[in-house]
């Protein structure tokens, strides 16, 4: 199926360094959402996006939508070992009557102490 | 209070045999979501329910795969017969509302293996 381009692909990173991921997409989304997976369980909501060129933050992380509508950051400042994980951007539009979700690849985050 | 719930965790089973996969939403909830997880990959949509209905199950293969929701609770997802490339996560989540401003609050998956 359909899935976001998502980079990178994977970063390890010193603990205290800030992080930067990104999505893109060649279609137009209305909402985008970014999540955390850990092993053996299911994504967790980070932030939410509802407007282009939207900036949230949430603690240490912070996320843009795009101007275009076509892509979304995300930013971790200070790394600390628990933010290790792969994250996932989300894009949400309305299609046929209906909500329409597509995640990316994800971008698997390693922090080394 | 109790997150999405989901049993199995863990299945093997050999290729043509049938499984069912298990999902208790969070209370209140009437948005329930079947998700596909590859490897390295994110989740794929494979149906979605409002209440009792399927309201988008386009990306359900519907030879194999099938989904129920009665009363508008609990969910059974099942695959009949497996083939081997159906090994991955199958991720459950619910929500209030289908909208984007509720937030899917996700379980914690089936690990399906066919062998």
């Known amino acids: 199926g359909q899935q976001l381009n998502q980079s990178p692909q994977s970063m390890f990173i010193q603990e205290g360094e800030d992080v930067s991921m990104n999505c893109t997409s060649s279609s137009i989304f209305n909402t985008w959402l970014w999540y955390k997976q850990e092993p053996g369980e299911g994504p967790v909501l980070l932030i939410a996006l509802y407007k282009a060129g939207e900036l949230t933050s949430n603690g240490r992380l912070t996320a843009q939508f795009g101007i275009t509508r076509k892509d979304s950051f995300l930013n971790i400042s200070a790394s600390i070992p628990s933010d290790v994980g792969i994250y996932f951007c989300a894009g949400q539009s309305f299609i046929s009557g209906t909500y329409k979700y597509i995640f990316g690849t994800g971008t698997r985050l390693k922090v080394l102490a | ?115």
Do not use: M
């Not at chain 2, 209070?1 to 049993?7: N, R, Y």
């Not at chain 2, 299945?11 to 997880?37: D, M, R």
């Not at chain 2, 990959?41 to 194999?64: C, F, H, M, T, W």
């Open chain 2, 1 to 115: 209070e109790a997150g999405v719930v989901q049993s199995p965790r863990y299945k093997i089973i050999e290729k043509k045999q049938p499984v069912a996969f298990w999902c208790n939403p969070i209370s209140g909830h009437n948005t329930l979501y079947w998700y596909l997880q590859n490897l390295g990959q994110g989740p794929e949509l494979l149906i979605r329910y409002e209440n009792e209905e399927a309201v988008d199950d386009s990306q359900l293969p519907k030879d194999r795969f099938s989904a129920e929701r009665l009363k508008g609770v609990d969910s059974t997802l099942k695959i009949q017969p497996a083939e081997l490339g159906d090994s991955a996560v199958y991720l459950c989540a619910s929500s209030l509302g289908s909208q984007p401003t509720y937030e899917q609050y996700f379980g914690p998956g089936t690990r399906l293996t066919v062998t």
